[in-house]
């Protein structure tokens, strides 16, 4: 008897398990159809490789090219200034100070505070800042301000890595005679290379994906900027303005919009998992 | 004029926090021979070798008082940077821990940060020290795959070229066959035995009949203590002290 309850116990528990494991692919799968169905029909070429022209959100000729380029290049250029700045930060804390340093502590911290503000603080901020500086909504400060966004992403993603990092590696290093620096940048990065590579994905994908804080300082444009200290476009204000319309026809290209935004992060990723596996080839497992 | 090796330790103790893990040891460790260091568990035998390359640095709160003398050098002068005197030590860890690179860069990695840049060098380099740690045949048609890929008996001969290759004086082993098969450790040993007229060898072990095939000269520690200290013939055949001989003969373990 009691066995038999022990037994359905497991049943149910497994069961409750199952269907929540089953709701997240189902979720995924539901958000890829519903953008795909609603946003196929205004799907065509011209979405991908025209500019909005006049009259364009009321349904006029005209596509999201530069929103699409403006995405890559605010999403990149932060994703890279954000790698710069946080790589030194993480091996700083982590392989030249001791395992109890009260510097760390407070920089991890920061970190972890930092990660938890919401992106349209940093928009706020960021445009405080352009305010008090006499500065116009352009790409230079969605960057700079979608950095501030990714860089405790990153920082925090890398940090985890670094410290699984076994301290036999590093002892092992030092042994050889390796400066401190020697062994943070030509030894311990290169066992948290593939961290690395998915703590950069991750920011990628939420610079790319941030609406808020590009909102007031990326400001947006229907052309394809010709230098930093221009306004841009980005994907996902995009698809704001053209829902926010009340032309079905443009509803729909929000959809196609947000199926390429979608397709885009997707490929990224598949493509990031790739080197991933290559950059992990050396990597030390077992100790 | 008293001849100097390249190891002398005079009056070192050291702390972590309010532990004393070696109390006052005065110790001449004699070269191109191999000295072993014996004791239990817990006694100071890895805290002692790892103050000879500094490595100590890295534990959390630990203090040291006294000297040890490399090659006349005092390694604990403030602001000493400690990287020459790790150059001069290979390491032999417990377990073996290859860098996360290939087989080749692993033994390539020290002669490189000391500055050789010449492919053709480097390789006779590589190959020579795989020889020597008789690693060579089996993984000459495999230099450029993972050195994890390697089995642990293997990474642990790898662990001893890619430390020969910075050319040291001295080998440091911390307990360097515990992790290996029989057959494994029998080949290291084999490999002490072969360098041991090139190198100055110290050795820690727990394994007293692994001191006892190697050791020319024995070191006993026990709570921090040197407690004796000779050649390993009248050590190990006719200790002197009641702790040598109980550690020995098998009362304490």
Redesign the interface.
Known sequence: MHKDKRFLEEKIIKGIMRFCALLLAGLLILIIVTITVKGLSALNISMLIKTAKGGFYLGGEGGILHAIIGSFCIAGGATCLAFFISTPIVLYINVYR???SKLAELIRFSFNVLWGIPSIVYGAFGFTCMLFLGLKASLLAGILVITLVELPILARGIDEVVQQV??????????????TG?TAW??VI??ILPGIMTAILLAFGRGIGDAAAVLFTAGFSDYIPESLMQPVATLPLAIFFQLGTPFPAVQNRAYASAFILTLLVLSISITARFFSRKLS??????? | MQQQTHIEIKNLSVFYGDVTALQNITLTIPDKKITVIIGPSGCGKTTLLKSF?R?ID?E??VKINGKIFVDKENIFTPGL?P??I??K???L?Q?P??????IFENVA??PR??GLKNRKRLHGIVRYHLKQAGLWKEVKNRLHE???KLSIGQQQRL?LA??LA?KPEIILGDEPTSALDPASSKRIEEIFLMLKSRYTIVLVTHILRQAKRLADYIVFLYNGKLIEYGPADSVLNNPQQTLTQEYIYGVVS
């Open positions: 001791k395992k109890n076994p301290i036999e590696i590093t002892q092992a290093a030092l042994c050889l005679g390796a400066t020697e030509k030894v290169r066992q080839r050396h990597r030390i497992d077992r100790l | 390359n490595l890295l959390v709160g940077e990287t020459h790790r150059k030590m290979g390491l860890a377990k821990c290859p860098l996360p690179m290939s990695f020290g940060i000391h993972p050195a994890s662990c890619r430390g910075v």
